[in-house]
């Protein structure tokens, strides 16, 4: 049973992901308005770009060097 839920899950992980950000997208618009749900979304993938640039091997070091000049 558990490995048919896992397996179902991996061959549909995209559609789940997008199926949860579309729904937190939704509830942040509705709670805060087009303009202000649309600068929190904006928020969030320059937080998400920035945390994935500094994940990715090798360029980490780069990044925070620039800062502690």
Known sequence: MKEKLLEILGAHLGK???SIMGLLVGWIIIAFGILKGLFVVLCIVIGFLLGSYLDSPG???DFT?????
């Open 16 to 18: 789940i992901l997008g």
């Open 59 to 61: 360029s980490g070091g």
């Open 65 to 69: 060097s620039r800062f502690s000049r």
